[in-house]
């Protein structure tokens, strides 16, 4: 390992892991267990500005559980484990390994997906890899996988919309607040031809600064259940992999579920001719 790796996890006050790529922060996680879940803020752009954001721009209080990006599902054998409504929560268990790289940096974790009472449910193993996609380190690939194991009886997540990996980004790219746009792998562009549509990925994109276009585009793995997946998308800047929209997905000790996304984080345009390239190297990993 290099004396000074290019790319570091380091460790934050009040429970969070700063990724720092050239010695500039590029993301955090954060897993306070204060929290009702563990997510991650902010994703810095090319540009210097974030492209994700918390909550929405015009209900902060309702849609308080959009926090940037993040995982939950509002049904979980009958339990919800979405919103600020929830009777369930995703509680951070301990941290398994920080390793840092001049390619990658990677953080796994464990996390418990529990009632309120705290009965458990889920044990989730998180791995976050912060990894450049081009040499300057301008533009970014994050890859989070996820293993989850039913810790005694089966675990059903049920048909929802809602749920798993959910992604605000920033108020300025989106279609409705700013002069934003949405793309798939199909051909979809915006709310009218990507809600509930399959595809492998979906991208965001809209000016961070007054002259900066940077953009944010969400991975399904071909190995995932259901891909490609079904995409919950809003034009205020909301999309969602939604694991089960189609039918529900069961977890048991036996059969864990693995999940595999990525977040592509790209100066200009979300254009295919940009993201698909990005998507066909995150497919063969």
């Not at 001049?102 to 796994?108: C, L, M, R, Y």
């Not at 276009?213 to 079904?230: C, E, F, K, Q, R």
Request: proline content about 7%; aromatic content about 8%.
């Amino acid at each position: 390992m290099p004396k000074f790796p290019r790319i570091q996890i380091i460790p934050v006050p009040y429970e969070q892991l700063s990724f720092e790529l050239d010695m500039s922060e590029r993301l955090r996680y954060h897993y306070g267990r204060d929290l009702p879940m563990p997510f991650i803020f902010p994703v810095i752009g090319p540009a210097g500005r974030s492209v994700t954001r918390m909550s929405h721009p015009h209900d902060p209080v309702g849609h308080a559980h959009h926090r940037s990006v993040w995982i939950a599902h509002y049904r979980v054998n009958g339990m919800n484990f979405w919103d600020e409504a929830r009777v369930g929560r995703i509680r951070h268990e301990r941290i398994e390994l920080l390793k840092d790289g001049d390619e990658s940096a990677s953080a796994v974790v464990t996390n418990l997906w529990e009632t309120l009472a705290g009965v458990p449910l889920l044990r989730e193993r998180r791995t976050i890899t912060l990894q450049c996609v081009d040499d300057a380190g301008d533009e970014l690939l994050i890859e989070i996988i996820l293993e989850l194991t039913a810790i005694e009886r089966e675990v059903v997540f049920e048909q929802t919309p809602f749920g798993l990996l959910g992604v605000r980004v920033a108020k300025t790219m989106s279609v409705n607040d700013g002069d934003g746009i949405m793309r798939n792998s199909e051909g979809g562009v915006n709310e009218e031809q990507i809600l509930w549509k399959r595809a492998r990925w979906v991208d965001a994109s809209g000016y961070v600064t007054p002259v900066d276009v940077n953009g944010v585009a969400l991975m399904d793995h071909p190995s995932n259940p259901n891909h490609p997946t079904y995409f919950h998308v809003r034009n205020d800047g909301w999309m969602c992999a939604s694991l089960s929209y189609g039918e529900a997905v069961t977890v048991t000790q036996n059969e864990p579920l693995k999940l595999h996304y990525g977040l592509y984080v790209h100066g200009g345009d979300g254009v295919p001719e940009k993201v698909q390239p990005i998507w066909e190297r995150f497919a063969c990993r």
